[in-house]
């Protein structure tokens, strides 16, 4: 079956620690996002990339990077520098840019604490 | 202003009853109009998906867009316990300022009572 997966499922991070989300597509989409998720806040937009090697900032992308060096991955770092990074870590890819009717499909979700 | 504005609820309501979710939106280029359903500690799906104007039944669901208004609902008729879950509007305008980039609600937390 074709899908995002996303791993780990469950995170946990020290102060002043790097940690890496990953998330893997077998769809043969180009377009793959990351989104952060808080209650009341719905889904922020962290980086996109339409394409292997390029990838954009989205609404915050403080603290975070990103890599696009394949097309079924999108992997994405939390730094030492977000200061608030407690939250539920959604991947999603869509076939192409704009996403039109097909929408995006969505990972499980990673939840990443602070500890 | 956030371009998309959906009351976060949350809307609790009796097994059997229907329930209107909604969302309002500034970006008159929105043409694009989806629905998708997240269950807790689950990724969102799509559940209903709009082209413009009009209405799109599916099931026990019904969307509905008015571009006029920037208001698009979604009925959830003989609701269920199994329909409890966060529900979120998401638009897109083909390619315009976002790129054709979905823009989301805030989501509304829906429980329905057995």
């Known amino acids: 079956d074709g899908g995002i997966t996303q791993s780990p499922k469950y995170l946990f991070r020290k102060e002043g620690q790097n940690v890496t989300l990953s998330c893997e597509q077998n769809l043969n989409h180009d377009a793959m996002y990351w989104y952060r998720q808080d209650p009341g806040q719905g889904l922020r937009l962290i980086y996109y990339s339409q394409i292997v090697n390029d990838f954009q900032k989205g609404d915050i992308a403080e603290g975070y990077s990103v890599s696009r060096e394949k097309k079924e991955s999108f992997p994405l770092t939390v730094t030492s520098a977000q200061k608030n990074p407690t939250a539920f870590y959604l991947c999603?890819?869509?076939?192409?840019?704009?996403?039109?009717?097909?929408?995006?499909?969505f990972g499980s979700g990673t939840r990443l604490t602070v500890v | 202003q956030k371009e998309v504005e959906q009351d976060p609820g949350p809307l609790s309501v009796p097994e059997g009853a229907i329930v209107s979710l909604n969302c309002t939106y500034s970006?008159?280029?929105?043409?694009?109009f989806m629905w998708y359903r997240q269950y807790s500690r689950k990724g969102p799906e799509l559940l209903m998906y709009t082209y413009s104007s009009g209405n799109k039944e599916d099931g026990r669901f019904t969307a509905q867009v008015d571009k006029s208004s920037k208001y698009i609902s979604l009925f959830i008729r003989d609701s269920q316990p199994s329909d409890s879950a966060t529900y979120l509007c998401?638009?897109?305008?083909?390619?315009?300022?976002?790129?054709?980039?979905?823009?989301f609600g805030q989501g509304t937390i829906l429980t329905v009572h057995p």
């Open positions: 970006n008159s280029a929105f043409q694009y």
């Open positions: 999603a890819s869509s076939i192409d840019l704009p996403a039109l009717n097909y929408g995006y499909t």
């Open positions: 998401a638009m897109s305008d083909a390619g315009g300022t976002s790129y054709g980039k979905l823009t």
